[in-house]
């Protein structure tokens, strides 16, 4: 009796050290490795695992920490989601196998790895359980015939506290990664929208957009691809991240049918199975470098109900960042939205230098107008004076091949005023 409450105390100074842990922020790895090193001490299970559920790819489990066996290096190695693992998983139940060796474990694992569990005799397998959820299973395993697998076996309640207290820390840690992830996006967003304010050219504004949500979302692929005003059925891509196919500068695309949808509902899409969307039809050189999207989203470029073109972003599936990304959907609209406002200033921009340039030219035309045509006109008179004053035939010649310079260039300065000046005016 007395050797069992020394094991629970030791039990629950464990799990209050794991506590404890709540107060700072989660170092999932580090924590999920401190739990498996705890529990194989107290319980003295020669191996201990922990698998988290991905749910990104719900068909396999990570294994998030590994003690004992001298399998520690395969902590992170991904695993199928089978066997008894899948069973706590689906029943949020612990299950009990009197010999690993003989019973439904996983298979799809290392060779020396299945070599070393093999050695097993006992195993216990119990839930991380969180709210309304399973976040993964806790597993511990003693040697057959080993001392301590009678008395560890039978504490499956005191592992069930420890691994409830680990379930809390993956939600810890989750919803830590949340707050910062939210967080990176608004530092990012302030960011681009003061970098935007002070880029002013077309390419290199959505070469920021394209860049700084990579970097935010962790997409794979991201392109802005801009309307063609004069071609119903065309458009042209401004920048496309993520290719290694090389992309020549306004690369010419057919609208596809996705786009047209887009641009004309001024609607979002967002698919998690991108590739058999209805209507996507990538160019042909891209197809096979967009085969692997899982999570795609297409965001129109909308200000003042004026589309602009599309933002395009996607996810390989697979990708660590494609469930939280299939939540920031609001997140992608806001760089689309500050990407369109980039682009209105770029056309703002052009056509008040247009307005200038005309100001400018209307300024010229009026000036030579006003001035040097007078002045022509008052030298071909003064020099038409001249010429009846003259007795000499020679200078009476030179005078009028001069007059009739002067009135060459007359006209001439008059056909450029009526080109350079925009409202047409007379002279």
Not at 149 to 166: N, R, S
Request: contains cysteine; glycine residues 8%; aromatic residues 6%.
């Amino acid at each position: 009796m007395l050797e069992q409450e020394r094991r629970h105390r030791h039990w629950f100074e464990s799990a209050f050290e794991i506590t404890r842990l709540l107060r700072h922020d989660i170092d999932q790895p580090a924590a999920m490795r401190l739990v498996a090193e705890r529990v194989r001490a107290l319980s003295g299970a020669a191996y201990t695992a922990i698998e988290v559920v991905d749910p990104s790819d719900p068909a396999s489990v990570v294994c998030e920490a590994v003690s004992g066996l001298g399998l520690d290096h395969y902590s992170g190695a991904r695993l199928a989601r089978e066997g008894i693992t899948a069973a706590v998983l689906d029943t949020g139940d612990p299950r009990f196998v009197e010999a690993v060796a003989r019973d439904d474990w996983p298979v799809s694992i290392a060779a020396d790895w299945s070599a070393a569990l093999s050695t097993l005799g006992r195993a216990v397998c119990v839930p991380l359980r969180g709210p309304g959820e399973v976040y993964g299973t806790l597993v511990a395993g003693w040697q057959e015939y080993s001392a301590g697998a009678d008395p560890g076996a039978g504490e499956i309640a005191l592992l069930q506290m420890v691994a409830d207290q680990a379930a809390l820390l993956l939600g810890k840690a989750r919803a830590q990664s949340t707050r910062v992830r939210h967080e990176r996006w608004i530092e990012g967003t302030s960011e681009m929208a003061r970098l935007l304010l002070s880029k002013v050219d077309r390419d290199d504004a959505m070469r920021v957009v394209a860049q700084q949500l990579r970097g935010l979302s962790g997409a794979d692929f991201v392109g802005v691809t801009l309307l063609d005003p004069t071609d119903a059925d065309q458009a042209f891509v401004v920048v496309f991240e993520g290719l290694d196919v090389a992309i020549s500068p306004d690369r010419r695309v057919p609208r596809e049918d996705l786009v047209r949808r887009v641009v004309e509902s001024r609607q979002r899409l967002v698919s998690t199975d991108w590739t058999h969307q209805a209507g996507y039809q990538p160019p042909a050189e891209w197809a096979e470098a967009l085969l692997t999207i899982g999570l795609g989203m297409l965001v129109p470029l909308v200000v003042d109900d004026e589309v602009f073109g599309v933002l395009f972003a996607a996810w390989r599936r697979g990708s660590p960042h494609e469930q939280a990304a299939a939540n920031e959907a609001g997140q992608v609209q806001t760089f689309a939205d500050l990407a369109a406002i980039a682009l209105q200033r770029v056309r703002a921009q052009g056509d008040r230098e247009h307005l200038i340039l005309l100001k400018e030219r209307n300024r010229i035309a009026l000036e030579l107008n006003d001035a040097v045509i007078q002045r022509l006109f008052a030298a071909g008179l003064s020099l038409e004076s001249a010429r009846g004053l003259c007795a000499q035939d020679q200078v009476r010649q030179r005078i009028t091949t001069t007059i009739a310079d002067l009135d060459e260039t007359n006209r001439e300065i008059r056909s450029a005023i009526f080109k350079v000046r925009p409202d047409g005016a007379d002279d």
